[in-house]
């Protein structure tokens, strides 16, 4: 949206934020038909897996509401995979402010709700987390 005058920017625009392991996604949603812009770019071209996509669009798959609005989304941290889940957590919250009767449906797809699952850190005198150095008993 930039270089665009101020009258021509969408008057109903609504935040959300969405996180999945260490990327945080901020999303912005308002009518339109159905564009999804993340980082400047096409979600397309942005994940080029096509896994990755469907992630995306999940949120409206559930709602039934395709192509109904446009997204702009800055993701930042992770990897693909959690950048893509953050941004279906903020476009399920953005989805939830813009209609609230949509939250039921989200929720029971388990898209409202972040998922806690984080890498475990590395623990002194370890290999990893979990691994243990080789145990020499001579």
């Known amino acids: 949206m930039k270089g665009k005058p101020m009258e021509d920017k969408p008057k109903d ?4 934020t969405g996180r ?3 990327a945080v996604a901020r999303v912005r ?3 339109g038909k159905g564009k999804i812009n993340i980082n400047g770019e096409s979600s ?3 994940f080029p897996r096509e896994i990755l996509q469907w992630i995306v669009k999940q949120p409206f798959d559930v709602t039934e ?8 989304a800055n993701v930042r941290g992770g990897g693909k995979s959690g950048q893509a889940g953050a941004v279906r957590h903020g476009i399920a919250r953005a989805l939830v402010k813009v209609n609230s009767s949509l939250r039921q449906p989200l929720r029971e797809a388990g898209f409202i709700t972040r998922d806690p699952r984080m890498k ?3 623990k002194y005198g370890q290999k990893g987390a979990r691994k243990k ?3 020499s008993k001579r």
């Open 133 to 135: 150095f080789q145990y």
């Open 65 to 72: 509401s395709a192509g109904k609005y446009d997204i702009i």
């Open 13 to 16: 625009v609504f935040w959300a």
């Open 120 to 122: 475990e850190r590395k």
């Open 20 to 22: 999945r392991k260490t």
């Open 29 to 31: 949603i308002f009518s």
């Open 44 to 46: 397309e071209k942005y």
